[in-house]
């Protein structure tokens, strides 16, 4: 496969023209249509973009384009009808987070992939943060020796306007939860893919501010398989939007950093110099302020795992871990019980 790979976009809301600028960036890509089942919402997001072709049903444009590649962008509890739509079509994918919002859901479309032999992606940008690959690296190392205390602090804002914006957001139908399904789920993801696996959790989740029928607050008591433990605090109901923090312990040093930076390096092997990463927005406190740079690598990666026959960064299987967590989490709070993590 030496032409460019054919990519094509479902859902022309908020976060679409994140994988379109990296989508039309990069050299061995080609955006070629764009569906919504807005008609003008997919017209507006193809004439920024130089794509002459749109659709408000994806199943007809998979059946009349030539697409090597579908991004998918659509409100979360529609991510699996659209992959095994792909799946069916012959199409890979890349899929926006979180891979779904059920158990059932995420088992289908991975099977979906795997019976069809197209590659599932999931875009958790976080990963290609500095800090969380060194921190990650420094754990994997040893140079905290047993891990104690593994916590992440995700506390961003969001209006009341922000909730009225789309039906679907802030209901369990579509977005599947609130704080933690939709904004925390990248931290979430992350303070796994550092700390390790999570084995159990106790919760309180609640509406307490905003007039939703998700959470807009949430805080985890976190058990993970190595033995260590860890806070989840997760909120959009605070004002401002604070930087998302991860403060990881070990017997044998600390690392604490946040969007914009180290806070903490110590070992008790000798000082060693903070390292120098460059700051991230985080989006605390605006949903479109997020770093667009992790999409451009994501978009690559699946470009060279379809080219290269491999998996991609993050696969179903990975991604769906933070939603496993989280549905654990909700479930916590409902029956006031500790929960073990769905394997």
Not at 5 to 18: L, N, R
Not at 23 to 32: F, R, S
Not at 60 to 66: D, L, T
Not at 192 to 216: H, K, N
Request: net charge negative; proline share 3%.
């Amino acid at each position: 496969m030496t032409s460019k790979i054919k990519f094509a976009i479902v859902g022309a809301g908020v976060i679409a023209p994140f994988h379109a600028k990296a989508i039309t960036a990069n050299k061995g890509a080609e955006l070629v249509a764009i569906c919504d089942t807005g008609k003008e919402k997919a017209e507006r997001l193809a004439e920024e973009f130089s794509v002459s072709r749109t659709y408000t049903d994806y199943e007809e444009m998979f059946e009349k384009e030539e697409i090597d590649i579908v991004s998918v962008c659509v409100p979360s509890g529609l991510h699996a009808e659209v992959t095994i739509a792909a799946a069916k079509a012959g199409i890979h994918v890349l899929c926006e987070k979180p891979l779904d919002i059920t158990r059932e859901k995420m088992t289908a479309m991975i099977k979906a992939c795997r019976e069809h032999h197209v590659k599932l992606g999931c875009v958790f940008q976080r990963r290609m943060l500095d800090a969380a690959i060194i921190t990650r690296k420094a754990i994997q190392e040893g140079k905290l020796g047993k891990l104690v205390l593994g916590d992440a602090y995700l506390k961003y804002y969001r209006s009341p306007e922000y909730y009225a914006s789309a039906g679907w957001r802030g209901t369990w139908e579509l977005d599947g939860g609130g704080a933690l399904m939709n904004q925390g789920v990248h931290g979430i993801d992350l303070i796994q893919w550092m700390v390790g696996d999570v084995e159990s959790v106790f919760a309180y989740t609640a509406p307490l501010v905003r007039d939703i029928e998700v959470e807009d607050t949430a805080v985890i008591a976190v058990k993970y398989k190595n033995g260590a433990f860890g806070v989840i605090q997760g909120t959009t109901s605070v004002y401002p939007g604070q930087e998302t923090r991860f403060e990881i312990h070990g017997e044998n040093g600390s690392i604490i950093f946040s969007d914009s930076g180290f806070q903490q390096w110590k070992f008790l092997d000798g000082d060693e110099t903070i390292p120098k990463v460059e700051s991230s927005e985080g989006g605390g406190s605006d949903p479109k302020a997020i770093s667009d740079e992790g999409h451009y690598v994501f978009v690559e990666d699946i470009i060279q795992a379809v080219r290269e026959k491999r998996e991609p960064l993050v696969p179903g299987e990975e991604a769906r871990k933070a939603v496993d967590l989280i549905l654990a989490i909700y479930e916590s709070s409902k029956t006031g019980k500790e929960v073990k993590v769905n394997p």
